[in-house]
């Protein structure tokens, strides 16, 4: 028998390189498109679908590496999985194992660049667990945080409420008790009264009289601070309206611009919308260099919230304030409170000054 000629093994080898380059470039094709559409799915795991993803990408692995099915399980032999920074090798142990027949190691790969493939949708698969581990406690810490916070507005509320309820207890007893002994007092000694028909006599009875109107006049002054009264009597709008008709009695020019037949808001909201109004104004009488023009408005409507707004046209920061030290010994806490009292009610409120003067607005977003 002839052996096979020159000719036909120069073929016979070259129909076998063209098959070995063929089986190269289908290994490669094999490899890019688990790593493409590992990569693909990976990319788009959410915290509710990560399990399923990372459960499809192990079937993945297992159909690349010639198997058909595989798990993923806290404990391995199997493909380890590990968070970014925990390449093979380090201390760190994986968080949980692609356990796929036959392959209890990534060195059961025989092939080095099938290894490097599966090596890398690993290290993907570990880096979207860990990256919606992180997103999920992100979660929990914002869910914590906003409990805190709503907590936090809630005692601040009760507080602020607390504090209203005692003014108007406060208010109640000097009203019924001290002032009325007071204005007793008044009436005694000028007389003109039932039962006190002349005024008591003597050379100091002029003076006892003007001290006990001067004594009523404050205590009403007091139950006036404590108590919103007009608040209570006749709600908002005329409340501030006394505001505004106060300053214009001072000399303020008042641009007072609340609707009438304004919208009901609740009684929180009342009294903290007007006790900010009325530490404006005092701020105004205190800080802003006598008379100016003022403006007072109040907006309501279901889409943008409630805005109250009180601006004057006095000084603003064109004085230097004082710093430092003393600058703190007084109180200065009216502004403070003014946020506190608008943040309590779910509001926030916006101080700006400027050498043309102050503004202060309170808004509260929620609808009515
Ligand atoms: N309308 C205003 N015009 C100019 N400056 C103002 C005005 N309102 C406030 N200020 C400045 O802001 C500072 C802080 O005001 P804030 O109401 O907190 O404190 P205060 O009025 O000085 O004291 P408190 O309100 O505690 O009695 C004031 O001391 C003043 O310098
Ligand atoms: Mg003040």
Redesign the pocket.
């Known amino acids: 028998m002839e052996s096979a000629s020159p000719l036909l093994s120069t073929q016979i080898e070259t129909v076998a390189e063209l098959r070995e380059l063929y089986r190269a470039a289908e290994a490669r094709a094999a490899r890019l498109r688990l790593l493409s559409q590992a990569g693909g799915e990976l990319a788009l795991a959410e915290m509710t679908t990560v399990e399923t993803v990372l459960q499809a990408c192990a079937g993945r692995l297992a159909h690349f590496l010639g198997r058909g099915r595989a798990s993923i399980a806290p404990q391995g032999p199997g493909l380890g999985l590990r968070a970014p920074g925990q390449s093979e090798g380090t201390a760190a142990a994986p968080f949980a194992f692609v356990i796929i027949d036959g392959f209890a190691d990534l060195s059961d790969i025989p092939d080095s660049e099938d290894r490097e493939a599966v090596r890398l949708v690993l290290e993907l698969m570990g880096a979207t667990a860990s990256r919606i581990e992180r997103e999920a406690e992100r979660g929990r810490l914002t869910a914590t945080l906003r409990e805190r916070e709503q907590r936090l507005e809630y005692v601040v509320g009760r507080l602020f409420t607390a504090q209203e309820d005692e003014r108007r207890r406060l208010s109640h007893e000097l009203h019924d008790g001290v002032a009325q002994t007071a204005t007793a007092l008044v009436r005694l000694l000028e007389g003109g009264t039932d039962r006190v028909k002349e005024p008591v006599a003597g050379p100091q009875r002029a003076r006892l009289a003007q001290i006990a109107r001067e004594l009523v006049q404050e205590i009403r002054a007091i139950i006036g601070g404590l108590r919103p009264t007009l608040l209570d009597d006749l709600g908002l709008r005329a409340a501030l309206r006394y505001l505004a008709e106060s300053l214009e009695t001072d000399g303020y020019t008042v641009t007072f611009d609340v609707p009438v037949g304004a919208m009901p808001l609740p009684s929180a909201v009342e009294t903290a919308l007007f006790r900010v109004a009325q530490?404006a104004v005092s701020?105004?009488r205190?800080?802003?260099g006598g008379p100016c023009p003022v403006t007072l408005s109040l907006r309501a409507d279901a889409d943008s919230g409630i805005t109250l707004q009180i601006g004057?046209a006095?000084?603003?920061?064109s004085y230097s304030?004082p710093t430092g030290l003393g600058a703190r010994q007084?109180?200065?806490?009216?502004?403070?409170v003014m946020h506190e009292r608008m943040l309590a009610i779910g509001g926030h409120l916006l101080w700006e000054?400027s050498p043309d003067?102050?503004s202060v607005t309170a808004h509260l977003p929620q609808p009515l």
Not at 314 to 317: D, F
Not at 330 to 336: A, F, N, Q
């Open positions: 530490e701020n105004i205190k800080h802003a004057d006095g000084r603003g920061l304030e007084g109180m200065h806490v009216g502004r403070e000054a003067g102050v």
